[in-house]
């Protein structure tokens, strides 16, 4: 099995690190050649508005997009979240726009507003140490998304089917939970293709 992680900016080689530590093989993504060649993909911080160009001028998004309709797991966390969703409060930068939730950009404050919390995710019995770093805060879901975590009271940790996404950045901290539960649908999906090929 295969993760990529796009490698436009931010924090790739952690997200690789983190997967690469559960004894899974983690390659850089910048082309759909590559992309083709992955069990599941993960969308890493950074700035949101130069993803979302350099995604467009690549023709990556198309490419992302067809493979998430086909079923491929796709994982954002913080600019990934916000590529992920349909809607990016007074926006209309480009995104993948995959996942039915709203966000707001940076609304958990500037980058020295940072902070780390303990938070509750379901299915985990110990709390997860969330890190933000000029966070989205996850406005609206859709009825088919699940919230797995809130701060706050708003939703930080959101699944919709083979979409996974959070405000924070677990690839920050030495707790590999979150990544092995994208693992796991990772490897769900290979193995759905794998029998369909029979």
């Known amino acids: 099995?295969?993760?990529?992680?796009?490698?436009?900016?931010?924090?790739?080689?952690?997200?690789?690190?983190?997967?690469?530590?559960?004894?899974?093989?983690?390659?850089p993504v910048r082309d759909a050649a590559t992309l083709a060649d992955v069990d599941g993909l993960i969308l890493p911080g950074g700035e949101s508005t130069t993803h979302g160009k350099l995604l467009t001028q690549f023709g990556?998004?198309?490419?992302?997009?067809?493979?998430?309709?086909?079923?491929?797991?796709?994982?954002?966390?913080?600019?990934?979240?916000?590529l992920l969703a349909r809607e990016i409060v007074g926006s209309a930068q480009p995104r993948l726009g995959l996942m039915d939730i709203s966000v707001e950009r940076n609304a958990f404050g500037r980058q020295v507003d940072s902070f780390?919390?303990?938070?509750?995710?379901?299915?985990?019995?110990?709390?997860?140490?969330?890190?933000?770093?000029?966070?989205?805060?996850?406005?609206?879901?859709?009825?088919?998304?699940?919230?797995?975590?809130?701060?706050?009271?708003?939703?930080?940790?959101?699944?919709?089917?083979?979409?996974?996404g959070c405000a924070f950045h677990p690839e920050l901290t030495s707790d590999a939970r979150i990544h092995a539960l994208f693992v796991e649908m990772a490897?769900?999906?290979?193995?759905?293709?794998?029998?369909?090929?029979g």
């Open 1 to 27: 099995m295969r993760i990529g992680v796009l490698s436009y900016q931010g924090a790739v080689s952690e997200h690789i690190d983190m997967v690469r530590s559960l004894g899974v093989e983690a390659v």
């Open 60 to 82: 990556l998004d198309r490419s992302i997009r067809a493979a998430a309709e086909c079923g491929m797991p796709v994982f954002g966390t913080c600019t990934g979240l916000i």
């Open 116 to 164: 780390e919390v303990d938070l509750n995710v379901e299915g985990m019995g110990e709390p997860f140490p969330g890190v933000f770093i000029r966070a989205p805060i996850i406005r609206q879901v859709a009825s088919e998304v699940s919230v797995l975590a809130r701060f706050g009271g708003e939703p930080v940790f959101v699944r919709q089917a083979h979409l996974l």
């Open 187 to 197: 490897s769900d999906y290979r193995a759905h293709n794998a029998e369909k090929r």
